[in-house]
């Protein structure tokens, strides 16, 4: 490609890729080890504080899906990319975030609250669409985190979401605890998935429950095989991140 603004980088592109490759193969195997089919798990890469020219060596490897934490951050890079991917926003989102992102974004996963609902179904009438979301749950129930803590919460808005007509809830996610051991998050994504199943079993209409969200770096493995639809890789794909 000709149109690069920033100096191609041969190496960084190959060792992108083949972390990337090096995830799918895991996420292949982990799917053998429960008979799972490879095909129903999409990566997110999530490329928050890392260059857009990662992003640009990864579209050209065909990776598509990439998720970001930040609006400002998400808006710049979707202003700059050469040719267009699909932006997940991953992070918590201030009601007063949502108008620059709702048109960005194939999906949004941290929707916590109807306030923030309403706001994407205000947001997203303006511009004609139907915005997709994912409803976030704090399924470790961590002070610390965002996320529907119970059960009936999680239902009570799921039925009111249901009569927003831009906004479309297509699943679930979570952010589960740091652990030394993925093995300890087990319990978590088995809790969501039986959650994930239960909603499913209600049939409410408007409502699709086909996406879960579940795994990051270090527990990508074990969402998968408790039944994650959607991981959300960084660290794997892109290396540490430099928060200074
Ligand atoms: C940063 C982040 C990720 C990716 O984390 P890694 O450990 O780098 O894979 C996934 N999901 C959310 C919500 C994040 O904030």
């Known amino acids: 490609m000709s149109d690069y603004t920033f100096p191609y980088d041969a190496a960084r592109k190959q060792l992108l890729t083949e972390n990337l490759g090096q995830v799918r193969q895991r996420i292949r195997a982990a799917c053998e080890r429960v008979g799972r089919d490879p095909d129903e798990v999409v990566i997110v890469a999530v490329s928050k504080r890392k260059p857009l020219s990662d992003i640009e060596y990864l579209r050209e490897s065909g990776q598509l899906e990439f998720g970001e934490n930040y ?13 267009p991917v699909h932006w997940h926003m991953i992070g918590h989102l201030q009601t007063n975030k949502v108008k620059y992102i709702v048109d960005r974004t194939v999906l949004i996963h941290s929707v916590d609250s109807l306030k ?3 706001q994407i179904e ?4 303006k511009k004609n669409i139907t915005a997709q979301i994912l409803l976030q749950v704090n399924i470790a129930e961590e002070d610390t985190k965002f996320g529907l803590h119970d059960k009936k919460q999680l239902f009570d808005l799921i039925t009111e979401i249901s009569k ?3 906004v479309k809830v297509r699943g679930l996610m979570t952010s589960a605890p740091f652990v030394a051991n993925s093995e300890e998050n ?11 199943v239960d909603i499913q079993a209600k049939n409410v209409n408007n409502i699709d429950m086909n996406i879960l969200s579940m795994g990051m770096t270090n527990d990508y493995e074990v969402a998968v095989e408790e039944g994650a639809t959607m991981v959300r890789v960084g660290t794997a794909i892109f290396g540490a991140r430099d928060y200074n």
């Not at 609006?71 to 040719?83: N, P």
């Not at 205000?122 to 009438?125: D, G, L, Q, V």
């Not at 087990?186 to 994930?196: A, D």
């Open 164 to 166: 927003l007509s831009h």
């Open 116 to 118: 923030l609902a309403k």
């Open 71 to 83: 609006v400002q951050e998400l808006c710049g890079k979707e202003e700059e990319i050469s040719a």
């Open 186 to 196: 087990r319990c978590y994504f088995r809790k969501l998935h039986k959650l994930f």
């Open 122 to 125: 205000k947001e997203a009438a």
